[in-house]
C-alpha cells in the first residue's frame, strides 16, 4: 500500500482555508462591515454578543441580493466584484477576493436575509459547516442581515484561543473604527450586549473623527490636503500639543481602505520633527488616494499590509504634505523652512509623473537628504540607547584598560550587597556630578548611582501593591479630565483597580474620557497624564492581551517616572533617606534592569595604589 496521500474532505479544507481571513471576532467584523459598504449601504448596524463569539450581525440598507446571488455568495471565490483579471488591478472597491462569506460559513453558524427592492420579497438562508439548511423566501426589508452565531463552533481549537472578552470587544471596536472613520457618509452603530455604544449620524469627516475620538478633538485638528497626478493626500493630523504618548490613533487608509505601514507612520510622526517631544505621537486620520494599479494589496491575507510602486515617492509627498499644513496653520514658528519649499515645488509633486521626473527625484540630492536624514535620526536614537555593559567592557584604547583592569580585580571593585548598608547620623554624604552619592563605609568609600538607586527602591514599593499593599491615595482638588480613545479606554476600564492599587483613582466621566480623582500619595510628577499614557503604552506594545507580567511592567514604569533624575541636587536628608531605604531593598545591589546600583573602592585597594 503506498497510496499515503489523501485528498482532504472539502469541509477541512475550508475550515483551513478560513482561518486565513476570519483568525478571531473582529475579522469577521471587518469583513462584512466591508461588504455592507460595498453593497451601498447608507446606514450599516453592527451587533455584538459575547464579544462575538456568539453573536455578530450586521444589518445594512444596501443594494441586497437576489435569491439566487443569496447562495452563491457563501462560494468559495464567488464575487460580484471581479470578472476578469484585469479587474484586479483596477477594483476600487474593498473586498474582492470572495473569500469572506465562505469562510465565515466554514466556521460559524450563518443566518442571511436579503432583499433587492425590486424583488417582491426576500430570501432567508441558514448555513452551517459550509452547508446550506434553509432556503426560503421571506417578507423582510431592502438591504442584507448577516448574523454569525457561535463562531468556531467547529473547530473547539481555535475557540479556545480566542482572548478574553475585553481583549476581543477591543479588536471589534478597532476594525468598526477605521470602517467607520473610512466612510462618513455612512451612518454606523455599533450595540454591544443590548447597549448602544456607538451612534455615528452621516456628516464630514471631521465631525466623524470628533464622534470617534471625542469633543476634545474639534479644536485640535488640522486639515491636510495636497493633490498631484500621482497620488493625493487628505485628512486630518493632531496639533503637536496633542500628541501622545501611546501609538494609538493613527489611522492611515489608502484607497479608502485602513493599512498598516510602518514606513509611511514614520513619514507622518516625522514631519513633526521638533514639535513633538521624542517618543510621543500624533494623532492622524490620513487617506491617500492614488491609482490602484500602482499598488499592491493583496500581499497579506487579511488585506492590512500594502506594497506601493514607489514607496520612497509616496514617503516623501506624506511628510511634505503634512509639513506644509503644519505650516499653514501656522502652529509651528521653529518650523525649518528651508527644507520644505523646493520639495514642495519639486518637479515630482507637481507634474505628472513621468518615469524621468521619477528618476531626477529618487537621485536628488535633496530628496536623498530627506531620506537619510530620517534614516540617521532611527540610527542615531537606537545608539543612544545607554548601554551600560559597554561602558564596563570596553577596551580599545589604553584610557580604557586602566578602567578595565580596575574592575576586574576582586579586590579594587566589589559591587556590594546593600543589606550592608549603612550610614551613621553623624558619618560625611556628598553628591558628586549631581548624579552620585557618596559615603564612607566601614571598609572603604561607596558610590551610589542616585537614579538607578531610587527607582529600584520606587519599584519595589509600587510592586509590593499588589501584594496587599496599596499605595495610598490623595485625592485631587480639581480632577483632571483625561480623553481616551474608544480603544484606549476600554483597556483604562480594564485596569481601574490595577491602578489604584498603585494609587491612581481614576472614574469614567462619559465619551471615552475618565476623571483622574486621586494620585499616589508622596510621588509628585509634572505630569500625571503622561503616566497613564505610558503604562497604556507599555500594555498595547507587549501583547493584545493583558499578560502575566504586566503589572511587573507597570511598577517599573511608575519607578522609572518617579525617580529622580541625574543632574537634580539632593540635599544630606533626602540622600541619607535614600540610602537607608535602599539598605531595606530585597535586591541586593542590583537594579530591576540587571545594573549594578552601586560600585565600592576597598581600602585594601587604596593600600596597595599607594604601596603600603
Ligand atoms: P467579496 O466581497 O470579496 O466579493 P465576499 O465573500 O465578502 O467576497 O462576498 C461575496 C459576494 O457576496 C460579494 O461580491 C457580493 O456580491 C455579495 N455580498 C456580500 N455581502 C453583501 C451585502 N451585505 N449586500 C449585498 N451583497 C453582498
Ligand atoms: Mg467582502
Request: a negative charge; one cysteine or more; aromatic letters at 8%.
Amino acid at each position: 500500500m503506498s497510496n499515503l496521500i489523501q485528498i482532504l474532505p472539502s469541509h477541512i479544507a475550508n475550515q483551513i482555508a478560513a482561518g486565513e481571513v476570519i483568525q478571531r471576532p473582529a475579522s469577521a467584523v471587518k469583513e462584512l462591515l466591508e461588504n455592507a459598504v460595498d453593497a451601498g449601504a447608507s446606514e450599516i448596524k453592527l451587533v455584538v454578543l459575547d464579544a462575538g463569539k456568539s453573536l455578530i450581525q450586521v444589518i445594512d440598507n444596501g443594494r441586497g441580493m437576489h435569491a439566487e446571488d443569496a447562495k452563491n455568495c457563501f462560494e468559495r471565490h464567488a464575487t460580484s466584484k471581479i470578472s476578469e483579471i484585469d479587474d484586479l488591478f483596477k477594483i476600487r472597491t474593498m473586498g474582492f477576493r470572495g473569500e469572506a462569506l465562505a469562510s465565515i460559513a466554514a466556521v460559524a453558524q450563518v443566518e442571511l436575509k436579503t432583499k433587492r427592492q425590486e424583488d417582491e420579497h426576500g430570501t432567508w438562508i441558514e448555513i452551517e459547516n459550509s452547508k446550506i439548511l434553509k432556503q426560503e423566501p421571506v417578507v423582510c426589508a431592502n438591504g442584507t442581515s448577516i448574523a454569525m452565531k457561535n463562531l468556531f463552533f467547529n473547530v473547539p481549537a481555535r475557540r479556545n484561543f480566542l482572548k478574553s472578552n475585553s481583549v476581543e470587544i477591543r479588536h471589534i471596536t478597532e476594525e468598526f473604527i477605521r470602517v467607520a472613520l473610512a466612510f462618513p457618509d455612512v451612518s454606523f452603530s455599533l450595540i454591544n450586549e443590548g447597549e448602544i455604544s456607538f451612534q455615528l449620524d452621516r456628516g464630514t469627516l471631521k465631525q466623524r473623527i470628533v464622534q470617534l475620538m471625542g469633543n476634545a478633538h474639534g479644536t485640535k485638528l488640522v486639515s491636510v490636503e495636497e493633490k498631484t497626478e500621482y497620488l493625493e493626500v487628505k485628512g486630518f493630523v493632531g496639533k503637536p500639543d496633542t500628541a501622545k504618548k501611546t501609538r494609538g490613533d493613527q489611522y492611515l487608509f489608502v484607497n479608502e481602505r485602513f493599512v498598516k505601514n510602518p514606513y509611511l507612520t514614520h513619514a507622518v510622526v516625522g514631519s513633526y520633527e521638533e514639535m513633538i517631544a521624542p517618543g510621543s505621537f500624533p494623532f492622524f486620520a490620513l487617506f491617500i488616494e492614488l491609482d490602484p494599479a500602482r499598488v499592491d494589496v493583496n500581499v497579506h491575507p487579511t488585506k492590512q499590509e500594502i506594497k506601493f510602486e514607489d514607496e520612497k515617492l509616496v514617503y516623501t509627498f506624506i511628510k511634505s504634505a503634512i509639513r506644509h499644513a503644519l505650516a499653514q496653520f501656522s502652529i509651528s514658528p521653529a518650523l525649518d523652512f528651508n527644507l520644505d519649499p523646493s520639495i514642495q515645488h519639486s518637479d515630482a509633486l507637481n507634474k505628472p509623473l513621468t518615469n524621468e521626473a521619477d528618476q531626477r527625484v529618487q537621485s536628488g540630492g535633496l530628496y536623498k537628504s530627506f531620506i537619510d536624514r530620517s534614516q540617521a535620526h532611527r540610527i542615531e536614537s537606537s545608539s543612544n540607547l545607554k548601554d551600560w555593559k559597554s561602558f564596563f567592557t570596553s577596551s580599545n584604547n589604553s584610557e580604557n584598560s586602566y578602567q578595565e583592569t580596575f574592575f576586574q580585580d576582586q579586590h579594587l571593585h566589589q559591587i556590594k550587597r546593600s543589606s550592608s548598608l549603612e550610614l551613621p547620623p553623624s558619618a560625611p554624604v556628598f553628591q558628586m556630578n549631581q548624579t552620585y552619592i557618596v559615603f564612607e563605609q566601614s571598609n572603604g568609600i561607596t558610590i551610589l548611582h542616585q537614579q538607578l538607586a531610587h527607582q529600584q527602591v520606587l519599584f519595589e514599593k509600587f510592586n509590593a501593591a499588589w501584594q496587599g499593599k496599596a499605595i495610598p491615595v490623595q485625592q485631587n482638588l480639581f480632577p483632571q479630565a483625561i480623553q481616551f480613545s474608544p480603544a484606549d479606554a476600554q483597556i483604562i476600564q480594564h485596569i481601574l483597580p490595577d491602578l489604584l492599587q498603585l494609587g491612581y483613582q481614576l472614574e469614567p466621566f462619559g465619551n471615552h474620557a475618565f476623571l483622574l480623582q486621586g494620585i499616589p500619595a508622596d510621588y509628585a510628577t509634572d505630569n500625571d497624564q503622561s503616566v497613564i499614557e505610558m503604562i497604556l503604552e507599555d500594555i498595547k506594545e507587549n501583547t493584545s492581551s493583558l499578560h502575566r507580567g504586566y503589572k511587573e511592567k507597570m511598577a517599573k514604569t511608575l519607578a522609572r517616572k518617579h525617580a529622580v533624575k541625574p543632574g537634580t541636587v539632593l540635599d544630606d536628608s533626602t540622600m541619607r533617606d535614600l540610602v537607608f531605604r535602599l539598605s531595606l531593598s530585597l535586591s541586593g545591589a542590583t537594579h530591576f534592569d540587571g545594573k549594578p546600583l552601586l560600585v565600592e573602592v576597598k581600602k585594601e585597594y587604596l593600600s596597595s595604589v599607594f604601596g603600603l
